[in-house]
């Protein structure tokens, strides 16, 4: 294994000295390449999606396959653009000159996909790193066994072998991965493994992207509009069960919603609930299933606290064969409960009530910074006091995840839910470096900038620096002293 | 007053630092950080500060370096001056939230990328431009509204206790503080959580920064160094070739710089040319006895002088020398020094210089020197000298360095529309001007929907027309969404 690891290594920095993946026509190739397999493969792709996760296909296809295809597309479409040299302006001084920022790639690079989206967000940066001209390794999670199987099988069949390559496995591969030198590692994770990453790519001084994620907060407004409520609540439930039943890094982690208010988003909350999944959720078959054993003994655990469990108002039902929870809704849980601490992860939905909706704005500032606040108001005083006053990845007003599609958003966390972004040009971005070019010529030479210093150069510098070529021009010409 | 100070110097431990980073966490949080005003006041101070005091920051950079006053009042003094004025210009500008179009896939909705403060951030800054390289990061960490503390270098003591005592008076100190010492106060100071750390220093350093910074996920920004190579082609200008290398090597702090050239790449043939207009323009800048020129700064301490005097007497090395090698122990000073051919597996060649050595690596084809560049780690600045448009474009295309220059060193960095920063061994992230306000700024995604416009595909249950339309919508083709709404496409 480790010496298998060490050619694969040698290998991709072989290829990527070669020069290979520097040319447009290279990256364009791959991510058609990348096209093709999403479309020749879809059924592979469902089929590995639902024995790993029971996902539905349309959600498969809407957060997995519909994800890599907009982005590759997108990524195709504007590869000429990212790649152009941007010119900078520079100041009359040190004329005659021009300056430029060349994106150009890192080199070798690692990418740590997770287990929720095993295909996206296991190829989303991978076409980021491959626009910019990178060699790829991918490290897909072993969490998702059928899925990660599918892509070490399917990405050498279309994509350049040499260039890109995909390996599994569990801490023991990513502990080895971790001792070797990259150019740059993007991981989508926990916080805990987040700090090892980084950890090791300090040995190394290599630049992460750590896309973590948190507590999500919801913020609901009392709205009064029937319709209004209506489409909030079916928009909560979208952005809680209808994505991978919670397990998502921007997943509706929890409500705030005023005491008055709440008694109605609960009841609609129950019924939209029982109209999407049916009487009998456990057995619907628009829910996921908890990835595994351990994840479901945590939900479990979480609901365990009797004061959690007595906060239960909906659901709470479960099926330890087929690792399946019902949609479950819980009234104020102990706030120092961890259900309220940790990020929960999976298909419960705290409800915390407060006494005046402003209050949300103290409640999340007094926790982590979380990836996304979500936030459903017609309020504009409290939506510019919610973007002023609150810290997160970002916040999306009225709606639950569209972000995440949003390509000319950056997506990524900050504090405990990470830094980098990516998506659209910000994934380019992050897998090139900005190489700053300056070109002179040899006309035009001033002496001032040379020694030995004296009095007259002392006066001609200062002026430069002021950009003063008034008093500069005066100065030369032997007017001012 | 000055026993106090002293032993509240001895006294900062790991407690101390955790007691004032709460305090400067108490501080962003009641948000006074954030108002335009605040930063406004706070940079027009710094500025205030420079104004009314530069002859002591003259005279401090006279005691840690030697500094010339020219050099002094130029790259330290002027370049902050220039940073801070394009700050109070641009700031409006810069705190404007960014509108983008948002696709048809989200639509109705719009957009905006909102920059905010990190909150509480830490910038450890070096002793080769202690002045410049303390205060132009905290420019950029109070442009973006954060709350931050300073350590200057301790091996520049005078600019260090200089800055204590100028921040100390002119800044405000509920959000702004310097903390001066060495290895204990600084490990204090990395055992907190911060927003982010911005360090400028050696790579060995940046390792234990971003190491301490990893235990509480704050990213970090690296200022390195390495060895930036200057390639010379023949067929040019010689006289202002050499001009220039000697304006970004011994006119930078004695070549105590990092972004200095390092080593030079020339063909054989050309490279006796190079050396004597090299010697006959040094003599020129620095007189026949260059250790007595005014105009040198000295080395900073002992040990680098020690370290300088290593890569000279190595064996393989002391006979190369060409121009140059006298040193004066007592009074530090090092002579412009130039040497030939000097053995690529030699110390002064494995290591960066950071001194007024320059050796010179001779090649049979210029273009073989891309590869001696790439075959060692990612310099800060790469340099070429030549009229060939070729070669350049060949330069710009296979040379990883921070940045690149073409016909002149070191002048990348008073350019503040390029990002300066290095990559792969030379750091991580980039500064000066806006590229500076972004790197203590959050850049928060804000997407405003409205109620209206809500698919019912996005919803289960899940039915096959839905996935129809949804592969369209994925794709944002408007033909394509109408056709799949009427029943038309077939995707």
């Known amino acids: 294994m480790g010496g298998e690891l060490e050619d694969s290594l040698a290998e991709l920095r072989q290829t990527f000295t070669s020069g290979r993946t520097r040319s447009a026509s290279w990256r364009k190739n791959q991510l058609r390449a990348l096209l093709k397999l999403i479309h020749d493969k879809e059924d592979n792709i469902l089929e590995a999606l639902f024995q790993d996760l029971g996902k539905h296909h349309v959600e498969a296809y809407r957060d997995e396959i519909g994800v890599i295809e907009k982005s590759a597309t997108n990524a195709l479409d504007c590869l000429d653009k990212w790649m152009a040299p941007t010119k900078s302006r520079l100041p009359l001084l040190f004329f005659p000159a021009k300056g430029e920022v060349i994106s150009e790639p890192l080199g070798v690079v690692l990418v740590f996909g997770p287990w929720n989206f095993p295909i996206s967000l296991a190829l989303d940066p991978v076409i980021g790193a491959i626009a910019a001209g990178n060699t790829v390794m991918l490290k897909a999670s072993e969490l998702a066994p059928e899925s990660a199987s599918f892509l070490v099988k399917t990405i050498p069949l279309y994509m350049d072998s040499n260039a890109v390559k995909v390996i599994v496995g569990g801490v023991d591969v990513g502990e080895q991965l971790l001792q070797h030198k990259w150019d740059k590692i993007f991981f989508t994770g926990s916080p805990r493994v987040g700090r090892e990453v980084m950890s090791a790519a300090a040995q190394h001084l290599t630049p992460v992207a750590l896309e973590l994620g948190g507590k999500c907060p919801t913020i609901v407004d009392t709205l009064s509009s029937p319709s209004d409520i209506k489409t909030m609540v079916k928009r909560v439930i979208g952005g809680k069960w209808g994505i991978c039943s919670g397990q998502a890094c921007i997943g509706v982690d929890y409500i705030l919603v005023e005491e008055k208010f709440a008694p109605t988003v609960i009841d609609l909350l129950k019924k939209t609930i029982k109209k999407l999944y049916g009487d009998s959720p456990i057995n619907s078959k628009y829910l996921c299933r908890i990835v595994n054993e351990n994840h479901f003994e945590r939900l479990h655990k979480l609901l365990e606290d009797p004061l959690v469990a007595a906060s239960i108002i909906h659901g709470g039902s479960l099926d330890k064969e087929k690792l399946i929870i019902e949609p479950t809704i819980l009234l104020n849980p102990p706030l120092d409960a961890e259900i309220m601490t940790e990020e929960i992860f999976g298909p419960l939905l705290p409800i915390i009530t407060l006494n005046h909706i402003q209050e949300s704005i103290e409640f999340i500032n007094s926790r982590p910074k979380p990836l996304t606040i979500y936030a459903f108001t017609k309020d504009e005083t409290f939506m510019r006091q919610i973007v002023s006053e609150t810290s997160s990845g970002s916040v999306t007003f009225n709606d639950t995840i569209v972000q995440f599609v949003c390509d000319v958003l950056p997506f990524g966390g900050v504090g405990h839910s990470g830094f980098g972004r990516y998506h659209g040009k910000y994934s380019f971005d992050t897998f090139s470096h900005e190489k700053a070019i300056m070109q002179r010529s040899f006309l035009l030479d001033l002496e001032p900038r040379y020694p030995p210093w004296n009095d007259f150069k002392m006066k001609f510098i200062r002026l430069a620096y002021k950009y003063d070529y008034f008093n500069l021009m005066l100065l030369l010409i032997g007017l001012k002293k | ?491």
């Open chain 2, 1 to 491: 007053m000055g026993t106090e100070e002293e032993e509240k110097k001895v006294l900062f431990d790991e407690e101390a630092a955790t007691s004032l980073v709460k305090e400067l966490r108490a501080s962003f949080a009641n948000g006074k950080t954030r108002s335009y005003d605040w930063r406004v006041t706070q940079l027009k101070s710094m500025l205030k500060m420079i104004d009314e005091h530069e002859l002591e920051i003259v005279k401090a950079l006279r005691d840690d370096l030697s500094k010339p006053e020219l050099e002094s009042t130029v790259y330290e003094i002027a370049m902050l001056r220039n940073s801070i004025t394009l700050a109070l210009k641009e700031i409006k500008h810069w705190i404007k939230p960014e509108k983008v179009k948002t696709s048809l896939t989200t639509f109705p909705s719009s957009g905006e990328i909102v920059s905010e403060p990190l909150g509480v951030v830490l910038i450890i800054s070096a002793w080769n431009y202690p002045f410049l390289l303390s205060l132009d990061p905290v420019v950029g960490a109070i442009a973006a509204g954060n709350a931050l503390v300073l350590k200057p270098s301790e091996i520049a003591p005078a600019t260090s206790s200089l800055l204590a005592k100028l921040v100390g008076e002119y800044m405000d100190s509920s959000s702004i503080r310097v903390v001066e010492g060495a290895v204990t106060e600084t490990s204090a100071l990395l055992e907190q959580k911060w927003d982010k750390i911005f360090y400028t220093g050696n790579g060995r350093v940046g390792r234990i920064v971003m190491a301490a910074a990893a235990k509480h996920l704050t990213p970090v920004l690296l200022e390195l160094g390495g060895k930036s190579p200057v390639v010379v082609d023949s067929g040019i200008n010689l006289q202002v070739a050499v001009r220039r290398i000697i304006a970004g090597k011994w006119c930078c702090n004695n070549g105590q710089a990092c972004i200095s050239p390092d080593y030079i790449i020339i063909t054989k043939e050309y490279a006796p040319k190079l050396v004597d207009t090299l010697k006959s323009e040094l003599e020129k800048f620095y007189g026949k006895n260059p250790l007595e020129s005014k105009d040198l700064s000295r080395i900073v301490n002992s040990n680098h002088f020690t370290r300088l005097a290593k890569y000279l007497d190595e064996d393989k090395v002391s006979g190369k020398i060409v121009y140059g090698g006298e040193r004066d122990k007592t009074n530090l000073k090092i002579a412009p020094t130039v040497l030939l051919d000097v053995p690529r597996d030699s110390l002064i060649m494995s290591e960066e210089i950071f001194g007024p050595l320059l050796p010179i690596l001779t090649v049979d084809k210029i273009e073989d020197s891309f590869a001696i560049i790439n075959s060692g780690t990612k310099p800060l600045a790469a340099y070429l000298f030549t009229n060939n448009k070729k070669l350049r474009q060949q330069f710009v295309s296979t040379v990883s360095a921070g940045g690149l220059v073409v016909n002149d060193t070191t002048l990348h960095l008073a350019v503040h529309t390029l990002p300066f920063g290095g990559v792969g061994e030379s750091g991580m992230g980039a500064y000066h001007g806006k590229f500076s306000f972004d790197a203590f700024s959050h850049k928060k995604a804000v997407l405003y929907r409205s109620f209206a416009g809500d698919a019912a595909i996005r919803y289960p249950p899940y039915t096959g027309g839905k996935l129809r339309l949804m592969k369209v919508l994925m794709t944002g083709s408007i033909f394509s969404i109408i056709g799949a709404l009427l029943g038309w496409s077939k995707v």
